[in-house]
């Protein structure tokens, strides 16, 4: 096995020790959480760009890569739903999303084609990325009120839109839009896969 795919394998592991260092419901766990989640998304840059310079792209590592990327991201959305800070139906609606853009790449691999990466899906990645992080951090320093310093800055940046926050609700509802919109236009560009023949 190669590194980047060891990489991408270990994400898999991070996810794993996020889900038990959250479950634990304590501000610890949810700062170490938080460091996993992070490391586990910065992984995520690192395996590509690895394997592309090293010219070590394999079908293993493309079929896991995306796949450890969905369960990291649902992951934390569950979490993040579970505390309150995302409605159940955004958390369904981008869980769903995945299962249809993988079933339909799936399909075009079955017909010899090939779905191309939109590029909106990489903006939406990145703001859901942005939204599990504000919210990891708005947890993790929620009993540290009136600290001042770096703390207070981080507690008021990412404050929930029930706090009066804006970076937390902004990236929600933006990787919303993104998430619909770049379904769509897999579906649209799949469109030919799913008449029956």
């Known amino acids: 096995m190669n590194l980047p795919n060891v990489i991408t394998f270990s994400r898999l592991v991070m996810t794993a020790a996020f889900v038990l260092a959250v479950s634990k419901q304590s501000t610890t766990n949810y700062g170490i959480g938080l460091t996993l989640f992070v490391i586990a998304a ?3 840059w690192l395996d590509g760009w690895l394997a592309r310079k090293m010219g070590l792209v ?3 590592g493309k079929l896991m890569d995306p796949l450890a990327d969905k369960i990291l991201v649902s992951a934390a959305f569950i979490f993040l739903t579970e505390k309150g800070l995302c409605p159940v139906w955004v ?15 799936q399909i075009a691999i079955e017909a ?5 990466a939109d590029r909106l ?4 990645t990145g703001l859901q990325l942005t939204f599990c992080i504000t919210g990891l951090v708005w947890l993790t320093l929620l009993p ?3 600290e001042g310093g770096v703390v207070e800055f981080f507690r008021i940046l990412t404050k929930p839109a029930s706090e009066g926050g804006w970076v937390m609700p902004i990236s929600l509802w933006l990787a919303v839009a993104l998430t619909v919109i770049s379904g769509w236009n ?12």
């Open 186 to 197: 897999y579906v649209w560009s799949g469109r030919g896969l799913l008449k029956s023949k």
């Open 58 to 60: 394999t079908p293993l």
């Open 42 to 44: 910065a992984s995520d």
């Open 112 to 116: 010899g084609q090939v779905l191309a």
């Open 144 to 146: 540290h009120e009136n």
């Open 91 to 105: 958390t369904a609606l981008i869980i769903g999303r995945e299962f249809l853009v993988t079933g339909l790449r």
């Open 121 to 124: 899906g990489k903006w939406k």
